[in-house]
């Protein structure tokens, strides 16, 4: 029989893996089980993709290349715009600091077929991806139109070219992968629309760019299927890549097939609250820098309006990504997996800092502005600062999310949508059902372990970072609640249903977990409510480095106290300082310090009260 698939252990568009002889029934019954929750349509289109790559379709559509010849870019570029103080500045200082040569290999073979290259079995692929998106083409485009004299553009062509000679079509790291090839496509035509040189008039496209956006439409092409099952950022970047690449070649029809499958993409995978497939504001964050590129090459073509509803979800997703966003740094609350993009992003504010994104695509799509008037990376674009702002509300739910400020905090909710494939629609990344973050303005109190890395080079980093005992949530006698599958699959999804003020979770294997949030000025109560038959519950609240001290009902730093007691009154309940682990960034790791709540059987509920200093 045909194997359910377990969707990101496979390396990207890769031939099939086998089951390994010997499967057990009881994995089986956990792989049918995914296959289920995860639906029809991912598994039927996958299924499509591997019936493709086992006849030989997508190689059949790769076959046959020839040398790119010309120039990528123009001779010159046009004046800069007016321009935020320092951010010239910041510019010329960032383009000055380029390496001569990116590592755009890694320890992977640059000859290798792209199609079936095994993307973890030589470390992390992640960054090798990263050089190959074309930042460093698009921060010499902006150097260049500061600086006429400085060869900015002379160093951008010369990487061009020695990417292309390095990264021959359809082999090695950088074709693996659809997606790569689109946001490749993208960057590539944003650099052109910024050299005014991606239309004629005024300049035409040069000829080498042309055919490097011709290799990148058909890499998109060959596995449509694959990026469509993902249910994810393929599903929006590959559509909106091949409409950079038809809209600049001139090809009116496939981009406006390419339009119709974004708008389709964004409508199934953006909800009308603004929730994303991928909880996780660092992929929410990189949907909105791909559909605000693809918008902006839209109106500079003077292309169709996309359909509907691309427009309103794209202007929720911002809403639901601004509220996140801490207005003092930029930074968000770790949630879901991220991976640290920061894509396209002409204000250099780096993977820390959202802030230039959600104020570009709130001036897109949400005709207002968000927390940066001054936008440099607006400024590059021509994008007017609207009068209006987006508003912060003080209690808000989306589908799989909500949360709360107040006085400074806020928190957010890690819940699911009630559906009949068990309340999650999408497929969770992380084993964080009913985590919560506390965050005090952009510091995190309550915190999330965070991703480390999509391929560690630890094998106990998952456990440590994605697993429910590396949230803070419930953990019934030391059981994960969801078996893990792969890297970012996960079988017999938890029940899930909407509480007014939380949410309530239903283990596969009987027990359960209400959380409910208040919160009265400085002060924030956690009420969770346990039920079904269990020997012990865990909830572990992560907590910021600081010189902690255990007490009779809590922990304090001197200035944070965090207060625990059960119900019912006199129930057995055990309080403990560890030792946890941590990733605030992407590939690293780090000593995290933890509150451990232990209890009984006869505790029914757990109240953790965090009074921040005032």
């Not at 010309?70 to 320092?86: K, N, V």
């Not at 449509?224 to 950079?244: M, V």
């Not at 990504?321 to 780096?350: C, I, K, N, Q, W």
């Not at 510091?443 to 456990?463: F, K, M, Q, V």
Request: positive net charge; proline residues 9%.
């Amino acid at each position: 029989m045909t194997m359910p698939p377990s969707f990101p252990d496979q390396p990207a568009d890769a031939p099939p893996a086998k089951a390994p002889r010997g499967t057990s029934p009881r994995r089986l019954r956990l792989m049918l089980d995914a296959a289920w929750r995860l639906g029809p349509r991912p598994v039927a289109l996958i299924l499509l993709h591997r019936t493709r790559l086992a006849a030989g379709l997508p190689q059949w559509a790769l076959a046959g290349t020839h040398p790119l010849a010309g120039r990528f870019l123009p001779a010159s570029a046009p004046a800069a715009p007016s321009l935020a103080d320092g951010a010239a500045d910041a510019v010329l200082a960032a383009a000055a600091a380029l390496p001569e040569r990116p590592d755009w290999h890694g320890r992977y073979d640059p000859l290798a077929p792209a199609l079936g290259m095994d993307l973890f079995a030589r470390g992390d692929v992640r960054p090798v991806w990263e050089a190959s998106r074309f930042a460093d083409i698009l921060l010499l485009a902006q150097a260049a139109r500061l600086d006429p004299a400085g060869g900015h553009l002379d160093r951008a062509e010369a990487r061009l070219q020695a990417w292309c000679a390095a990264n021959p079509a359809f082999r090695g790291p950088a074709w693996a992968c659809g997606q790569e090839a689109a946001l490749r496509a993208l960057s590539l035509a944003l650099a052109l629309a910024l050299l005014d040189a991606d239309r004629d008039p005024p300049r035409s496209l040069p000829p080498a760019a042309r055919a490097l956006l011709r290799l990148c439409a058909r890499r998109i092409a060959a596995t449509p299927a694959y990026a469509a099952a993902q249910d994810n950022n393929h599903s929006l970047s590959e559509p909106a890549g091949a409409f950079a690449c038809a809209l600049l070649l001139g090809e009116a029809r496939v981009a406006a097939r390419a339009a119709r499958q974004l708008a389709a993409a964004v409508a199934r995978l953006v909800a009308p609250d603004g929730g994303f497939a991928q909880v996780s504001p660092g992929y929410a964050r990189l949907a909105l820098d791909v559909l605000s590129v693809a918008e902006v090459l839209r109106r500079r073509h003077a292309a169709p309006a996309f359909p509907e509803p691309l427009t309103d979800r794209a202007a929720a997703l911002a809403a639901w990504l601004h509220r996140l966003v801490a207005l003092e740094d930029g930074s968000t609350p770790h949630l879901g997996v991220e991976d640290g993009s920061a894509f396209a992003d002409l204000g250099l504010y780096g993977p820390a800092d959202a802030r230039g994104s959600v104020e570009r695509a709130a001036r897109l799509f949400a005709g207002c502005g968000a927390d940066l008037p001054q936008d440099a990376g607006a400024g590059w674009l021509g994008l007017a600062g609207p009068a209006g702002r987006l508003d912060r509300p003080a209690h808000w739910r989306s589908a799989g999310s909500m949360g709360w400020s107040a006085a400074g905090a806020s928190a957010v909710l890690r819940t699911g949508t009630d559906d009949l494939r068990g309340g999650l629609r999408f497929r969770p990344a992380q084993s964080d059902l009913l985590h919560l973050t506390l965050r005090d303005g952009p510091r995190a109190i309550l915190r999330d372990a965070g991703t480390g890395s999509y391929n560690p080079p630890e094998p106990w980093w998952p456990a440590a970072l994605a697993s429910a005992a590396a949230h803070n949530a419930v953990v019934f006698d030391g059981r994960e609640p969801m078996p893990r599958l792969g890297r970012f699959l996960f079988a017999r999804w938890p029940l899930l249903s909407p509480l007014p003020d939380g949410a309530a979770r239903r283990d596969a294997a009987g027990p359960g977990q209400s959380r409910q949030v208040a919160v009265a000025g400085r002060c924030w109560t956690v009420t969770d409510c346990l039920s079904g038959r269990f020997a012990r519950a865990t909830l572990c609240w992560r907590l910021p480095s600081g010189p902690w001290r255990l007490l009779a009902d809590g922990v304090t730093d001197g200035t944070i106290r965090v207060a625990v007691l059960a119900e019912p009154s006199g129930a057995p309940l055990t309080l403990g300082l560890e030792r946890g682990w941590e990733s605030q960034a992407y590939g690293q790791i780090r000593g995290a310090t933890l509150l451990r709540i232990d209890a009984g059987s006869g505790v029914s509920t757990i109240v953790t009260r965090v009074t921040l200093s005032s």
